[in-house]
């Protein structure tokens, strides 16, 4: 049972360009929401989150936005660099340690 | 600045060997999570352990697996008996509070690709 899905398992965007990925959940009982990132042989490292109780959270070059009502959120990575070409996972979590992961979105950024 | 260590980082074994893999978290952090990754998969929960307990193991198969945090040493996570299907990369994670992802991100290791052959 997929409660996390990640429906574009690839995203090509041009260097300057806004990268958008998206992410939708199953499972009302999640209230908070990460984002990772993760190059080649290496593990996930974490980019950022946001709380059930906001729709949106900004971090430098990153935010995300969260729909509840939508069971949606999506990453948006404005403007994309070379060095942003990664796998990138959506994650969800109900309050507990347990994390749900979607199955990834490959960004290829061209220079 | 050491951040979770996870050795070794390739494993192969041959159908009904065992595996083991080792964990060493960050440094002040007592809590540590294993996941598995299956090709084309996200990472999925296994366990969760404090030293010398096991918190949550309900992701955890519910033969041949089992996995140990000691109060000396890294945590291990051991496959007996391993088949093809247990072929993925296990990651470790570790918080330095086991009150959820709000509290601290799980910091991750770089992995352990398990092979059966």
């Known amino acids: 049972d997929q409660q996390v899905k990640q429906n574009s398992p690839s995203l090509s965007v041009q260097e300057g360009r806004i990268s958008i990925l998206n992410c939708d959940y199953t499972?009302?009982?999640?209230?908070?929401f990460l984002w990772y990132k993760k190059y080649p042989a290496e593990g996930p490292t974490f980019l950022i989150s946001?709380?059930?109780?906001?729709d949106k959270n900004e971090d430098g070059r990153f935010t995300v936005f969260l729909n509840k009502s939508a069971k949606h959120l999506s990453l948006h990575i404005v403007p994309s660099q070379p060095g942003d070409s990664a796998v990138y996972f959506c994650?969800?979590?109900?309050?507990?340690?347990?994390?749900?992961f979607g199955a990834g979105t490959t960004v290829t950024v061209r220079a | 600045n050491a951040g979770v260590m996870q050795n070794p980082r390739h494993l192969v074994r041959r159908r009904g060997q065992e595996a083991r893999l080792r964990c060493s978290p960050m440094?002040?952090?007592?809590?540590v999570y294993w996941y598995r990754q299956l090709p084309e998969e996200g990472l999925k929960f296994m366990v969760y352990?404090?030293?010398?307990?096991?918190?949550?193991e309900s992701g955890m198969p519910k033969e041949r697996f089992s996995a140990e945090f000691p109060k000396e040493g890294p945590s291990i996570l051991r496959i007996q008996q391993v088949v093809r299907g247990d072929s993925a990369a296990y990651f470790c994670?570790?918080?330095?509070?086991?009150?959820?992802?709000?509290?601290?991100?799980?910091?991750f290791g770089n992995g352990t690709r398990l092979t059966v052959t």
């Open positions: 994650a969800a979590s109900s309050s507990d340690y347990k994390l749900s």
């Open positions: 994670a570790s918080s330095s509070t086991g009150q959820g992802a709000y509290n601290s991100p799980l910091h």
């Open positions: 352990l404090q030293k010398e307990n096991i918190i949550d």
């Open positions: 499972n009302s009982m999640f209230d908070y």
């Open positions: 946001i709380s059930s109780i906001k």
């Open positions: 440094k002040g952090h007592s809590h």
